[in-house]
Structure formats: structure tokens, C-alpha cells
């Protein structure tokens, strides 16, 4: 089948707008010069288009990309309004939604914040303050500091393993709950937070209009391999009753929270279906060579 690349967007804004590491964005210029530059270069593929060829359908004229954008920020309504729309391309926005039925932030996005606010060791030492001991102890396995090492390259060892810690190890239901605390003591109140970071119901009916596709992302962003499935069920049913009752269509695209493999469900040919999905999208880094479903 016809080469055809997928990439993932998620903040877009100012690269400097906060004054530590922590979000990691490109500017509206950089994304503007980005899909420019794909536009030169390869067929800017239809929601059409893309739908067929998921299905083992390869209708592309040649080589072709297709965007993406996760997680529902309202950087993603800015950008489909200043570079998309003059540029007559669709796309599909992966929401979560949590932020539109609870007023809730992704635990995720509240780290992010954090520690592009907050310098590194401060972060460090908050997050420790408020995390139970046992955990605490568990900072110094050497195989969580191994571990910690070969995936965050670039920060110093510290930050390399909390980060990992917080990814990978730590209850998702902690994690949300230590990083609520921090933003209150911030004085930043949550539902602020969210509406300021996430697009709201009428955005997200504005893009089904604009002619986008909007699919789930999960309603609270956990890795569904380490959902139950009842929990799984439950968070799938939450999201696509949300989006379908917003734009008023069936919410039937998928975008695995993570992306990664280790963050797909064993069962995902079983799980899918169950919700009325026809496309799972991952975050495997590689052209598609063949049909996506």
C-alpha cells in the first residue's frame, strides 16, 4: 500500500512561555512552517481518504501525511483556525473527557504545568513532601534508577528517576491526587485550570462543523493495560457518550492514551468493537505500510 505517515501533535504555543522544562511545545509559526513543508512534499490525505485506507482501502494518490492532534487542548482550535482552514486540511482531534464532564484536569497535564513552573529540584522536593514513604524508598532501586537512566536521557539522574517513578510505577490515583494538592497550594483552582488549558464543548462542535473528525482519547488518559476491565468499560463508555452527545456523531476512532505498546491493552481487538470503534490509533514511530484496522 501507498507510504503513509501519521504524526501526533499535542501543545502548541509558545515555546517560551514558562521558565523551566516541563511542557515541551512548538510554536503556531513552527507548526504553520511544519505542515508547509509536508504539503510540499506529500498528499496532504482526506478524512476520507484516511478512513479507507485504515480499512485496507488505498485510495491515496502517492506518498501522503495525515495530522493528529491528543489530549483536546485549546491550542488545537487555534491552530485548526489559523493554519488548517486556509490551508483546506482536516484532521482528527483525540479528546479526553475528563476536563468537559468533571472539570478535572489529565493528571498528566497538571505534571507538566508543575514542573514548567516550578524549578526541577523545588518540584522534586514538593512532590517527595506528599508522596507516602513507601514509595518514597523505592527511589533508591537500582533498577528503578537503571531503568530511569536509559529512558530520560536528558535530565539529571533526581529528575530521571521521580519522572520515571510517576510514569511508570506510582497509582494513577495518587499521582492525580498529589498533583490536585499542588495546584491548590499554587492557589490555582482546578476547574480554572482546565478551562484555560482544554477546548470546551462549543470548540469542539466548531471542528466538527470546520469538517475534522473528533475521536476518544479515553475520558481520564490512564494506560488502558493497566485498567481493569470493568474500569476500561467504564472510562471508554464516559468518553464516547460525552463527544457523541457534543458533536452529535458516532465517536467511532480511537488514540490509545501513551500510544505505546506497553499502554495497549492485551485485548484490544475484543475491547474496540465492544465501543464501536473502527480505528485504533497508536504512537509507533514508522510509516503505514498497509491497512490500519
Known sequence: MTPL????????????????????PISMQAFADQVDGLCRDLHPAS????????????????PSFFLTFDDGMVDHIHAAREVLAPRNIKAAYFVCSRPLLEGKAISTHKLHWLRATTAPETFRENFLARLPGEWRAKLDDPKLARAAGETNLYDPPEIAQLKYMINFHLPYDLVDEITSLMLGERGVEEADFC????????????????????????????????MTADALDDDLRQSVDCLAAIVEQPINWLAYPWGSDWAIPDNADMVCPAHGFELAITLKRAWNTGGLS
Open 5 to 24: 505517515l501519521l504524526i501526533n501533535y499535542h501543545y502548541i504555543r509558545d515555546p517560551n512561555g514558562h521558565p523551566h522544562p516541563g511542557i515541551h
Open 47 to 62: 478524512l476520507d481518504e484516511f478512513a479507507a485506507y485504515a480499512a485496507g482501502d488505498d485510495r491515496l494518490p502517492g
Open 195 to 226: 478551562r484555560d488549558l482544554y477546548m470546551n464543548a462549543e470548540h469542539l462542535a466548531e471542528l466538527e462543523r470546520m469538517g475534522h473528525r473528533i475521536g476518544s482519547h479515553g475520558h481520564s488518559h490512564q494506560p488502558m493495560s493497566r
